[in-house]
Structure formats: C-alpha cells, structure tokens
C-alpha cells in the first residue's frame, strides 16, 4: 500500500473496514510517540524535496514541485524511528565495541550564525542552547505569512552537521547523540533494501538474537570503522548525485517551459541574492550587477540582512517575496544553466 492510498483511507469517513481503522489507531498512537519525541527535544527541520512526473515514454519530466509529506508519511516515520532506536539498544547492549550506530553531532555556535542572524534581521528571538530550546523556539514562529515557519526551518535545516555512521567501540557514550532526534542512541535498521548499513545492523541484530552467527569481519573493531567510513563517503556521493540528477531534469523541463513565478529570498549576498522558488522546490542566486562584481552600486546591511541602492528606495531583505523569471540559458556550448532573473 502506497503512501497516498493509506492516507485516503484514513481520510474517507465511509470506510469503517479492520484495515482502515487499523490504519486510524496507528496515525493515533503515531501522533502520541511524536509528540513525546517533541517534548524530550527532537527538531521537526524542513527541507525542499523535489518531485518530477516523468513520461512513461521519453522518461522527460511533464510536471515538478516539491514532495508532499502526508500523516501516513509521519506516521510510518515514528515507526521506523522507534524501530531504529529500539535495535541500537539490542545490539549496543550485546557488541558494545562492535556496533554500528548513528549520531548526529550538535552544530557549533558558528554554523548556526547565519540562522541567528536571518532571526534577528525580522525581530525573531532564537534559543539554540539546546536541541529543546531551538525547537521550542521554531514551534513558536508565528507568522501571518503562511510559509514562514516553513523557510525558517529550511534555513535551520542548512545549519545542521550531517549525521555520520560510525563503529560503537570508537566514541564514547556521549558522543553517540543524536542531535536532531534527541536521541541517546540511532541507528538504521528499517530499509536494508536500498542501505547498506541496515544489512549490517540485521547481521548484527541477528546475532544478537542467536538466529545466526555474526560474520567475523563485524566483530573486528577497525573494519567496521573502515565500513562506517565508507557508508559516510557513498552517501555524500549519493546525495551528490541525487542533486546532479534533480539539475538535469530540471534543465530539460524548463527548457521548453520559460516561467515567471514568486520566489523568496533566503540568503543577501554581496552582488545580489539567493532566492527559494516555494512553487517547485528550487533555489538559485539572482544578480544585481554582472556575475563576479562585489556589489557595484548595491550595499549590504549584515545586521539587517537587506541590501539596498544608496541614493533610492529599492532594497531586498531576507525572506522578502519577489516575482522573477526562470529560463534555461546555454553561455557555453552544451552547458546548460537555469537563470533566474528578477522581473
């Protein structure tokens, strides 16, 4: 069953049926375990994930936004994550120096100083003494704008260290903690289809269970460093090349489509400003004078996050909506560009 298909089940009152209120009672007890899950300081972050509808055909992309996350989707996260935390306790407790775990270092006051000073810049006060303490604080955004609290956590998401695979017997205890989910222990077990290390972690579990012998290579500690090292190094490629293919097919479904849209402006820049087009999850740097001047004409207020032409009144501030033109352009020859331009 898909995502979308438990999610119209949950939400057609006409269906009364065992699986249908099955589903209800698992969304019921979901919303308790994230609500727990909140309250011990976990960060419900935000990030622009972007979905293609491609031909069946040509495999050319007919429609792009970004990704909807439904209650079927958040319910099934709690599951895993009670299930990843639940495994990390079982096989810590069996291999203390030979389990391969998940942490998620906390981020340093000099990562989260951009974050504090878009904050600042609108009259909002953060707290990040504490993973609890941004999150209390993020829930307490409010805004008329209806997409605001959305581009804060963005912007917050993008202050945040990468979470790292990593063998037990290296760190100790306290360095386990995993700063996103509040959580003493992690590590990935749900999805041994498509990741590699909660194969290891079943190995692990499995033995730790007495239902197979645990393979001699997980029980030296040193390889299982050597196999969290490169866990970490293929998902950054992973994820290198996930953004290159969301480049791709973002040139070849604009190419034909030139569009004018509202975007917001997320990052002030010396020559100009980076905006997040909310419409299709895309994020590119719009110039205010020729690529590789420092600024020309255009002065930039840190303190403010505004930048602004002395001698008018036009000026860009952080978060501002602004209307812009997206087109692919080719400066060089088979090197395609998606240039936004402010309209």
Sequence with gaps: MSYVEAQARMDDSR???????????LNSLAKIMRQRRCERGALTLASAEVKFEIDSETHDPLDIGIYQIREANQMIEEFMLAANVSVAEKILKHFPLCSLLRRHPSPTKEMLEPLLRTASSIGLNLDVSSSKALAESLDNAKSNDPYFNKLIR?????CMTQAVYFCSGDLTFSEYYHYGLAASLYTHFTSPIRR???VVVHRLLAAALNIAKLPPIFQDG???TGIADNLNYR????QMASRASVELHTHIYFKTRPTDTEARIVKIKANGF????PKFGIEG????????DKG???????????VTKPGTNISYAILQTVRIHMEVVEPQPHRPKLQLTLI
């Design 274 to 277: 980076i905006v997040f087009v």
């Design 235 to 238: 998902h950054r490629n992973a």
């Design 296 to 306: 020309g004409d255009w002065v930039v207020d840190e303190v403010h996050q505004r």
């Design 154 to 158: 963005i912007l917050a998401t993008r």
């Design 15 to 25: 269906l009364v049926d065992p699986l249908t209120v099955d589903l209800r009672n």
């Design 222 to 224: 040193p390889q299982l």
């Design 285 to 292: 740097p719009i110039y205010l004078t020729p690529k590789g």
């Design 196 to 198: 590699y290390a909660d």
